[in-house]
């Protein structure tokens, strides 16, 4: 007995729809594996992006609650000088500091602030320059301008007592202002000038009371071109010497501070 065409396809559909009543209306699809994330319009980066902004909530809220967001330091140390500056110069110490500082996160902060040194340098014999009489007694006072960055180290890893020190790096751009007075010439007028440095370094800071008051202290190397880095004006005239051929030299920096936070 032979079949219509037409009666063929309809069996095949009626056993098609049977067999999904049969098995509660799922059809299988070799196509789809249950996954959803490969469907047209689906982002396959979702849950990762996801798990970026909850960690980033997440540490600005911690910073919220226990992190400092400007804090202030007075300090005290010492100001010294490398190279023929520093066999000329005699330091007063001590230097002093302010500076202030606003913070990021709990990892980096904005730093600026103003520091003020003191030193004394003697020439007893007559000069190129000055041929006449010694220049004697130079009183030279440094003002400098300072503005930076400084990066706290993650010390999570590490022992207690590193992680309560707050070790930091720091670099800041520097502006040092220089007034030269001869104090045993009262013809010769006061030489100022300025110039430009930088300076990098690191610190810690010693916890007194968390988040509110701390013990900083910093050491920092500093390179500055100072207005009479080159000048010959000290060269002597007396073989039995006395003077320098030039100012060059650089400088280091020691402070401790007591820092307000808050």
Not at 18 to 34: D, Y
Not at 49 to 66: A, M, S, W
Not at 207 to 213: D, G, T
Request: hydrophobic share 35%; net charge negative.
């Amino acid at each position: 007995m032979r079949f219509p065409k037409t009666i063929l396809p309809l069996l095949l559909l009626l056993s098609v729809s049977a067999s999904h009543a049969q098995f509660g209306g799922e059809l299988s699809n070799p196509f789809n594996g249950g996954d959803d994330d490969l469907e047209i319009g689906g982002d396959i980066f979702s849950d990762f992006n996801e798990d970026l902004d909850t960690n980033k909530v997440l540490e600005d809220e911690r910073f919220y609650r226990y992190g400092r967001f400007f804090s202030f330091s007075l300090g005290l140390g010492t100001t010294t000088f490398t190279g023929n500056r520093g066999l000329a110069y005699d330091d007063d110490n001590p230097s002093y500091n302010f500076g202030v500082s606003y913070f990021l996160n709990f990892h980096n902060a904005i730093t600026m602030g103003i520091a003020y040194s003191q030193h004394n340098m003697f020439i007893g014999n007559t000069t190129i320059v000055h041929a006449s009489a010694p220049p004697g007694n130079i009183e030279v006072r440094m003002l400098r301008v300072h503005f930076g960055y400084r990066y706290y180290i993650d010390t999570d890893d590490l022992g207690t007592a590193i992680t309560w020190s707050n070790p930091y790096l720091t670099g800041n751009f520097e502006y040092w202002y220089q007034k030269n007075k001869f104090l045993d010439l009262d013809n010769i007028d006061t030489l100022s000038g300025g110039g430009m440095g930088t300076a990098l370094g690191g610190g810690f800071e010693f916890p007194v009371q968390i988040k509110e008051s701390y013990i900083g202290f910093e050491v920092l190397f500093h390179r500055v071109n100072f207005f009479d880095r080159y000048t010959a004006d000290y060269q002597v005239n007396s073989v039995n010497g006395g003077g320098y051929e030039d100012l060059t030299g650089d400088v280091w920096s020691v402070m401790l501070s007591y820092v307000f936070s808050w």
